[in-house]
């Protein structure tokens, strides 16, 4: 390692000395990475804690048994959901903001290292939905029974057999872009993915199919319609295709699954919604058990949502929620203009659309406990509020997840070069100290 007292002040001097072996050995990117981690962590645009005030009871009740009866942070039970209520609605429900339709459709990750607990808050939320579909399932297993004696009778008296079932269900966990696009399809274009390790889906990109499975993803992010053409096979169209995401992963995983696939550059990425706490820990066991009457409530909401009827009419801005959403456009407007940085400058302008579908999401579960609100069809100016202090939350991790993936290959200069553009140096002195170089490096490289 060289001495910063003793290190070249003269630019071309320390690059010649710092060569690929001394800087390997210095780890010098590793301690970039953990100053830039520090940085993020300690700044106040990172100190946005999750929001619960404006929270529907009835999900602030379930996340706070879950997270206090499991040990986790509350944002896991809430996200998680709030993504069980977008998966069990489906396309039955929409927003117009005047100038862009919506479904309450997410993609969340819930990210956390192995062995804190995380499992559980997302299985506690989507269970009432796997009670429904295994209940579908059921159902189907009889209607197939009775499909295959009618087939047989069909063939005895050489008469057309009857169409054959399908399974019609709201989650799915484990396929081929095949089978769900064949899925979506079969349950009139909408489909959730539930998977507590979201590992396994970023690992199956690419291995059965490697033309546009991303680029499929995107559309499908944006409610666009798309047609599959397969030879020997009927073409399959799906209209305004709906797909909400939910599960965990690992900070190191998403590290490797954003890297691995361009995921970042190619606006996969920043269509998510982090749920990224700073330090999780696992908590000692406690014997306490979740109240089966909380649960219970949460439960009957959820196959409230999933045996709603198809309204024809969408939910609009009422004045007060529309000059807060105009307002919060232009906030957004204004960060994705001053930002460089292309993965969190995407990101943001997504932002927009995120807070419309979780307002709608919101106003939907306020509407199932007020009638009132139920039949003006409004997102009310508290939906719009509580979204935003939520998207709020979202914009505040999104540096978590950046230097998740900051590469390891690149000189001295250029890591410098980064923090820098990205986060800023404002003491130079502290920032040379803290990775043992010098000063005057580090002020030729940021006047450069």
């Known amino acids: 390692m060289i001495d910063k007292k003793n290190a070249p002040s003269n630019f071309g001097e320390f690059e010649e000395a710092m060569n690929p072996e001394q800087c390997k050995s210095t780890n010098f990117i590793e301690k970039l990475k953990a100053e830039i981690q520090s940085k993020s962590m300690n700044s106040n645009a990172n100190d946005t804690a999750f929001p619960i005030n404006g929270l529907p009871q009835v999900i602030l009740d379930f996340a706070v048994e879950i997270s206090e009866v499991y040990g986790v942070p509350i944002e896991f039970p809430v996200m998680a959901a709030l993504c069980a209520v977008s998966a069990s609605v489906r396309k039955k429900i929409t927003i117009d903001s005047g100038k862009y339709r919506n479904f309450g459709q997410l ?146 995983v998403l590290n490797i699954a954003l890297s691995s696939n361009t995921l970042k550059e190619n606006g996969f990425a920043s269509r998510f919604l982090y749920v990224y706490p700073k330090e999780v820990k696992k908590q000692k066991y406690s014997e306490r058990t979740p109240d089966r009457n909380i649960l219970e409530r949460y439960e009957k909401l959820i196959t409230h949502c999933y045996y709603l009827p198809k309204l024809e009419n969408p939910f609009t801005l009422s004045e007060e929620a529309k000059e807060l959403f105009i307002k919060y456009a232009n906030q957004t407007t204004e960060l994705v203009n001053s930002c460089s940085n292309n993965f969190i400058r995407a990101t943001y302008a997504k932002m927009e659309i995120q807070v419309l579908r979780l307002a709608l999401i919101v106003q939907i579960i306020r509407g199932i406990y007020d009638n009132v609100e139920w039949q003006q069809g409004l997102i009310t100016k508290e939906a719009i509020q509580y979204a935003i202090k939520l998207c709020d939350y979202f914009n505040s991790k999104i540096i978590l997840v950046d230097i998740t993936n900051i590469p390891t290959k690149m000189n001295s200069a250029e890591a410098i070069k980064t923090i820098q553009k990205e986060y800023g140096i404002k003491n130079k002195q502290a920032f040379a100290d803290s990775i043992g170089i010098t000063r005057q490096y580090v002020s030729k490289i940021c006047n450069e």
């Open 107 to 252: 993609w969340v990750m819930l990210v956390a290292p192995p062995g804190v607990g995380k499992t559980e808050p997302v299985s506690a939320a989507f269970r009432p939905l796997q009670k429904l579909d295994n209940s579908s399932y059921d159902d189907y297993q009889l209607e197939l029974s009775r499909w295959k004696a009618e087939c047989t009778e069909a063939k005895q008296i050489k008469t057309q057999e009857p169409e054959k079932p399908f399974f019609k269900q709201c989650l799915i966990d484990d396929f081929t872009p095949e089978s769900l696009y064949q899925t979506m399809f079969r349950n009139n274009g909408s489909i959730s993915l539930y998977r507590d390790e979201l590992s396994g889906w970023f690992a199956d990109f690419g291995r059965y199919n490697k033309n546009g499975e991303i680029s499929r993803y995107l559309s499908i992010f944006n409610n666009a319609q798309f047609c599959i053409n397969r030879k020997s096979e009927e073409p399959l169209q799906i209209p305004e295709p709906f797909l909400t995401i939910c599960g965990t992963i690992q900070p190191e």
